[in-house]
């Protein structure tokens, strides 16, 4: 929202201070300013001069070379406006001025003809669009004045500030609002001119005469307050420039005086109004009601909008007139030969008008300050002020009847009254303010204030309380804010701190970050829960979840939540492997599964990727996994391929993406909650992923919901060195890893700490040569050579009994 210093002055005497110095104190104690800008400054330099002669440019048929006497001596330009004529007064731009449009004027040759400036037009002067050509002045302005002094333009501060940060404060809307704002910062008295008896003397325009039209408000609709008025004998022409250079100052389009008027209250008060050409009114009906059915309605931008049968609308007896709260029609506003207005001034449901602008695009003035939640109370001075503005401008105009209403009673809303203490209010802020200042405070704000013994009570504005103050600790920041909170005292607050015990959920996640992190040597990831159908699909996953497809989707690449974490881990695979020949890493995440009686179920799912170019990183992976599960002390179970009965929900079996032979279900208190397998490389080939990649899954939903308890065994590290003995044996290709593995089972060894696989080598077409390393250690002492050779003899044999004879 742009905010024209001059135009507050008229409300509030702003303190002799810097610009930046105004704009931080606004920053610090009411909303973010963005930007600072001075404006008309340009117009000092540019001076009035009279055209003395113009010619054709010797190699440019379109341009003229002119020249004109600027007061002080003459110039001469190279000029191609079509309204160049010999003694027109016009406005002259030197060498050295910078534009409203950020151009520098520089000594410049145009075509090979040196021209000593510009004239210049009403848009590149930023006065408004004005006709094509230079700017036409009096013949009678006298030459080598400035345009500030031609125009009477005073030099202004426009500071631009977040409209974000506006949000929630719908007065500030307004430089009405915003004056009262400075009137509080700087404790500065605030100019009020809508007194009762500003009320009063408009009031003395009605007639009692009957008035053309009476509106109507349905209760179904959107209306909350309606007010209209109709007035006669007003003349559409151009604004006076006073008005003209305001609206442009916060960034609004003169187009005529009528229309100004509507822009320059809604800026002055923030209330937005609308008015109407009585006579394209059909037969003085104003309704406002649901539109009731799908139809088509021109805005007056010149743009169809498809208006629904929950819209609200603005109709005559034929037709709509206005998209309630958003923007007139072209079928009823002003033109060149109204000379008949009828003036609405109205408040409506901020949902309704924020859903219907959303579907339609459609983003205006009137409708960002709608949504806002405006307050009703406010309609009737709103009304009062265009009245007096087309008096002003129009002084033949004459109300017909008087100003009348429909909507909610609000005699009937109650001021919201809050009490509190100077001791509540004092302990939140850590001040040591006297019920004076806050008094003072307060009531530069509007909010009025009686003391009761201890406490006080306060009456809340309306404008503030539709969004704004609900509590006594909305009361304490209205404070706070206005003393500073950099005026504050920086104190530590006297709370004792206490030890917090982590969650089951969060207990879980830290040991799952520590373990991945720094014992598998693997990075941590993080991918978008939000995924498209294109990527599940290119993983061949069955499940879409087209239940979870999201409404008003941002991008079709995000338009559901994620059945599983697979498709994600593939994509971001497939991106590291253009980089690394060989990663590990990891998610902690969530999958999203449709669900009948909760609507979603949402899994916690623990995602782990070993890839590898060269060979197969199946087995490291199922090592980091068997100390994974005994590191969180989970009692698990590894089945090979067709021993689980049923299908594991973490892998179906239909998947594309499925090893035949490197693949592991992982069963867990009774239920399959792990997979690891390997990824078939026809998936692997749609990711254009060269390598091998395996990945391990685990649902850990159900562990982190109440905490795992168990005993911590600790025992004191090894005296005595372990023995290890490796032996490569010959396994037909197809056979699981467990197959080897299983034999341990077998081994009554009391000295055997493990048993894995360490490599695996194809032999030939039907053979693998797999290395298996054993490890012995004693506890009390070093194993004697004899019983260490004993012990491998007895592996060999176990291995050679189950079918897997030593590779000679």
Known sequence: MLISLNWIKDFVKLPEIGIHDIANDFTMKTAEVEGVEKRNVHLTKIKTAKILSHKKHPEADKLNLVTFDYGSGTAEVVCGAPNVRDGLVVAYAPIGVTLPNGLTLEPKKIRGVLSEGMLCSESELGLGEGSKGIMELPEDTKLGMTMTEYLDAKEDYIIDVDNKSLTHRPDLWGMFGIAREFSAIYDSPLCTPFSSDWQKKLEGLFTKDKSPITPKVEKDCSGKAFWGLSVDGVKVEDSPQWMQDRLNAVGLRPINNIVDISNYVMMELGMPLHIYDRELIKDNTIHVK??????????????????????????????????????????????????????????????????????????????????????????????????????????????????????????????????????????????????????????????????????????????????????????????????????????????????????????????????????????????????????????????????????????????????????????????????????????????????????????????????????????????????????????????????????????????????????????????????????????????????????????????????????????????????????????????????????QKKLKIKDLKSMKIVQVYPLNETQNSVTVRFSYEDPEKTLEPEVIKSYEDQCVKNLESAGFPLKS
Not at 382 to 397: D, G, M, N, Y
Not at 408 to 421: G, M
Not at 624 to 643: I, R, W
Not at 691 to 708: N, P, R, V, W, Y
């Open 290 to 743: 649901l539109s009731g059915k799908e139809q088509t309605f021109t805005t007056l931008d010149e743009m169809e909008r498809k208006v629904l049968p929950t819209d609200t609308v603005i109709c005559d007896s034929e037709k709509p007139l206005v998209l309630a709260g958003i923007m007139g029609g072209a079928n009823s506003g002003v033109n060149d030969n109204t000379s008949k207005v009828f003036i609405e001034v109205a408040n409506w449901q901020a949902e309704e008008v924020r859903k219907t602008s959303v579907r339609l695009g459609l983003r205006t003035d009137s409708s960002s300050r709608y949504e806002k939640s405006l307050d009703s109370q406010l309609t009737y001075r709103t009304l009062l002020r265009t009245l007096e503005l087309i008096k002003e401008l129009c002084p033949e105009a004459q109300v017909i009847g008087k100003a009348e209403y429909d909507g909610d009673d609000l005699n009937a809303e109650k001021p919201l009254e809050i009490t509190t203490s100077s001791k509540y209010l004092n302990n939140i802020l850590g001040t040591s303010l006297s019920f004076e200042e806050i008094k003072k405070i307060l009531t530069n704000l509007d909010f009025q204030v009686s003391e009761e013994k201890e406490t006080f009570n306060i009456l809340v504005p309306s404008y503030r309380s539709t969004k704004d103050i609900e509590g006594q600790h909305d009361i304490a920041e209205e404070v706070g804010r206005i003393v500073g909170y950099d005026n504050i005292p920086v104190k530590s607050p006297m709370l004792g701190v206490n030890p917090v015990g982590l969650t089951p959920y969060k207990q879980v996640e830290r040991k799952v970050q520590d373990f991945m992190a720094l014992k598998a040597n693997a990075l941590e990831v993080m991918s978008y829960p939000l995924v498209g159908k294109k990527l599940l699909e290119k993983a061949s996953w069955d499940n879409l979840n087209e239940e979870m497809v999201l409404i008003n989707a941002l991008s079709t690449d995000a338009d559901r939540m994620r059945p599983s974490l697979i498709p994600s881990l593939l994509e971001m695979a497939a991106i590291n492997t253009k980089n690394f020949n060989s990663y590990r890493f990891f998610e902690w995440g969530r999958a999203y599964l449709p669900e009948t009686k909760n609507f979603v179920n949402e899994r916690n799912i623990l995602s782990v990727a070993f890839f590898n170019k060269e060979c197969t990183p199946f087995l490291s992976l199922l090592n980091v996994v068997e100390d994974f599960l005994n590191y969180m002390k989970l009692p698990a179970k590894f089945l090979g391929e067709g021993e689980l009965k049923g299908e594991n929900p973490l892998m179906p079996l239909s998947w594309r993406g499925k090893h035949p032979y490197e693949y592991q279900d992982i069963f867990i208190r009774g239920k399959a909650l792990g997979v690891v397998s390997s990824v078939h490389p026809i998936v692997l080939r749609d990711f254009k992923i060269k390598g091998h990649l395996s990945i391990a899954q685990f649902d850990l939903t159900d562990f982190t919901k109440t905490e795992i308890k168990t005993k911590e065994s600790y025992k004191p590290l090894a005296k005595f060195p372990a023995a290890q003995f490796d032996c490569t044996v010959l396994v037909d290709k197809g056979q699981q890893a467990a197959d080897v593995l299983s034999i």
